[in-house]
């Protein structure tokens, strides 16, 4: 049978007896050092008497020799060698420590001659035999008159027994923990006054705390007072009877078998209360179930009776959907009308009538407002369908959230509608720019925000609109959205981000959309690991609140973005478009003409390698992703593979979350997304234009120092 580790008593027995040992020894090492004064073998004798009667080795290191004067006879049982050892070889000590231990032994004297040194120092040690032992020194600086160090003098005891009492111990506890936190019973340990010593994870998870909020409560703390005067008055009685108690009781909805019994000390005296619970709820239902066997038919004619009802429910349930797909697509082709008809009609205006210059100007403006309104609601309609075939993708990536949000906050997209209504937008960072980079979807994030202030301005007619981000306690980032606006009943709470379910509301047409965007928003924010819920009252406002996890980012070394200007002057760069399209072409070719940059074309993925490779000339390329013969991805693979820093931006009209990752593994520096924002690809060229500008200049300016320094 293996040895049954020592208690924490016992060990503490140990210790104090270790103590008492080694302050005798101390006062004996006081007599050595008057070894050397008047009545010197009178002191000797004594000493050595009680350096043979004793376990630990005693000893004394002249310095500056490095020479033992004194080892005790123990040297043999504790290291394996005779003290004429130590007195021939002075550092036959560097082949006793073990060798992980040796540089803090090193260390240790170093600090001991400084008189830095700890009072008692543990290592472990290499016998000669080759056994391991583990032993603690004292050491003590002999000093002269003036001073200086003349001597070291030491006593050694070996601590193996103890230190491998401890590791048992330790090691006993770590599995008794182990194994009471695996368990789905509740496990916990008091004192006599009814405070928590020790509970497992299951206990503390139970109360919906950790286990450190627990240790040093007693009951009264974590229980109503009814309860807790309870379970005191059992404890109580566990101490006065010193008899173990086992008993069932039903909390609330639940079942619970319960076992408490006294701990007892060495004296017998009961010392606290130990305790562990089991839920039964699953046992106490199957004997009910037993004990109403008579009654099954009458059960099974209840539970039918709930089927049907649940039939009949569901049945509601579908036919109200049905109605609400119907009214969605009645919405959705008034919502898809209207922008096609403006769109229609002024285009007809333009082509078929002479204009004045402003009034062109407005009709083009309403046409592009139109467009982006229809571009909107394709993209709602192909989320909403993504997000209910699981098929949403999450691209993360290091972006400034602080910066992101400002954007949105001064975009031009809410600008005419808060003008309008006079309703005030305030942006409320989280954390300081510099700390404010993350690492997440950015496109999703920003489309989220969108939605919700969208939502917010839509259904506000007067007062301001708050949104802003936070961290909590959760390490999550908490993002609102706070209007003045109609606000929402309980039961509007409840369904407003259920799709379609604008479309069924009495104020539908009154402020229109489709109904999709919280629907959406909703799906994304659980696609980001997060979710989404809101607070409201009727006619007080609403604030729309999600939470996604926390990722600290870092900020990318890019091009900084270039303002947009009316006109750019790109003469002398030469720019190659790869499109196949000749109205998309023509479409690139009317933007960039005006700027004075050259324009050459290539209608294949083939054609723009060779073109980038014959012509070195060339400042940029706009690369279409889908291309006869080779697409987009592989030549630009091509080219890059050639031309390490020749600027590509890739164009495409798929326009997934996906496509700017694939594009970016590609090689490509950029990407935009079709149908093109034309002030956003002019600012894009414009900052590679001008980085490339800055590289060329930098690198020329590192090479004509090179020359100078040769």
Not at 285 to 313: G, P, T, W
Not at 474 to 491: A, C, H, M, P, Q
Request: aromatic share 10%; proline share 3%; hydrophobic share 35%.
């Amino acid at each position: 049978m293996s040895k049954i580790p020592p208690t924490y008593s016992e060990l503490e027995f140990q210790n104090q007896q270790y103590k008492e040992q080694l302050l005798k020894l101390k006062e004996e090492v006081n007599l050595l050092r008057k070894s050397f004064l008047p009545k010197e073998n009178y002191y000797k004798d004594r000493f050595y008497r009680i350096t043979e009667n004793v376990n630990d080795v005693v000893y004394r290191l002249v310095l500056p020799e490095l020479r033992y004067e004194y080892v005790s006879p123990q040297s043999m049982e504790l290291f394996g060698y005779e003290p004429e050892a130590f007195y021939k070889t002075p550092l036959l000590i560097r082949r006793i420590v073990h060798p992980s231990y040796f540089k803090p032994f090193i260390k240790n004297w170093r600090a001991l001659l400084r008189g830095e040194a700890p009072e008692y120092y543990e290592i472990k040690i290499i016998k000669r035999n080759g056994e391991e032992r583990w032993i603690q020194q004292k050491n003590l600086i002999i000093r002269d008159t003036e001073g200086v160090a003349v001597a070291i003098e030491g006593i050694v005891t070996d601590i193996t027994t103890r230190k491998q009492t401890e590791e048992a111990l330790v090691k006993s506890e770590v599995q008794k923990k182990a194994i009471l936190n695996t368990l789905p019973h509740y496990a916990w340990l008091k004192d006599c006054e009814g405070r928590y010593l020790s509970v497992n994870e299951s206990f503390a998870q139970s109360l919906n705390r950790t286990v450190e909020e627990i240790i040093g409560k007693s009951d009264y703390d974590l229980y109503p007072d009814r309860v807790a005067q309870r379970y005191r008055e059992e404890d109580l009685k566990i101490i006065c009877t010193k008899k173990q108690l086992f008993f069932e009781e039903k909390v609330n909805e639940s079942w619970f078998e319960t076992f408490k019994a006294p701990i007892f000390d060495t004296a017998g005296e009961v010392i606290g209360i130990t305790g562990i619970s089991l839920e039964i709820s699953k046992r106490k239902r199957s004997e009910e179930e037993i004990r109403n066997y008579s009654e099954k038919l009458a059960v099974q004619n209840v539970k039918l009776k709930l089927i049907n009802d649940e039939l009949k429910a569901s049945k509601e349930k579908a036919e109200e959907s049905d109605k609400l797909k119907s009214a969605f697509l009645a919405n959705m082709s008034h919502e898809i009308r209207t922008p096609m008809n403006a769109i229609l009609g002024f285009a007809t205006l333009i082509r078929n009538r002479v204009l004045s210059d402003e009034k062109r100007k407005q009709y083009v403006d309403l046409i592009n407002t139109n467009c982006r309104q229809l571009l909107h609601i394709i993209t709602d309609i192909i989320d909403i369908s993504k997000i209910e075939a699981d098929q949403i993708s999450i691209f993360n990536k290091n972006f400034n959230l602080n910066k992101m949000l400002s954007d949105l906050y001064e975009s031009n997209m809410h600008q005419l509608e808060l003008q309008r209504k006079e309703i005030e937008l305030h942006f409320k960072p989280g954390l300081k720019d510099r700390e404010s980079a993350v690492f997440t979807d950015k496109v999703r994030l920003e489309q989220i925000m969108t939605n919700l202030l969208s939502n917010a301005i839509k259904f506000t007619d007067e007062g301001s609109i708050e949104f802003g981000y936070y961290v909590n306690k959760r390490k999550d980032i908490s993002f609102y959205v706070k209007d003045t606006g109609i606000g929402l009943s309980e039961d509007e709470q409840k369904i407003v981000f259920d799709r379609f379910r604008q479309a069924s509301t009495s104020f539908s047409k009154l402020y229109g959309g489709t109904g999709l965007g919280l629907s959406i928003s909703k799906g994304l924010a659980e696609k980001l690991g997060g979710f989404i819920w809101v607070e409201s009252k009727k006619n007080e406002g609403s604030t729309f609140y999600f939470n996604i996890p926390y990722k600290p980012g870092v900020d990318l070394d890019r091009p900084s973005e270039i303002d947009y200007k009316d006109d750019y002057n790109w003469r002398g760069k030469t720019i190659l478009i790869a499109e196949d399209e000749d109205v998309n072409y023509n479409l690139l070719e009317t933007i960039l003409v005006p700027t004075g940059a050259k324009i050459y074309r290539a209608t294949n993925g083939l054609e723009a390698i060779d073109r980038c490779e014959a012509d070195l000339t060339i400042d940029l390329v706009l690369m279409d992703i889908k291309l006869p013969n080779m697409n987009g991805f592989e030549a630009t693979r091509h080219i890059k593979s050639k031309r390490k820093n020749l600027p590509i931006i890739a164009q495409t009209a798929y326009a997934m979350s996906t496509d700017e990752e694939s594009c970016l593994k590609a090689g490509c520096d950029d990407y935009i997304a079709k149908p093109l924002r034309i002030d956003d690809l002019l600012k894009k060229v414009n900052k590679y234009l001008t980085w490339q500008e800055e590289q060329i200049r930098m690198n020329t300016s590192r090479t004509h120092q090179a020359q100078l320094d040769l």
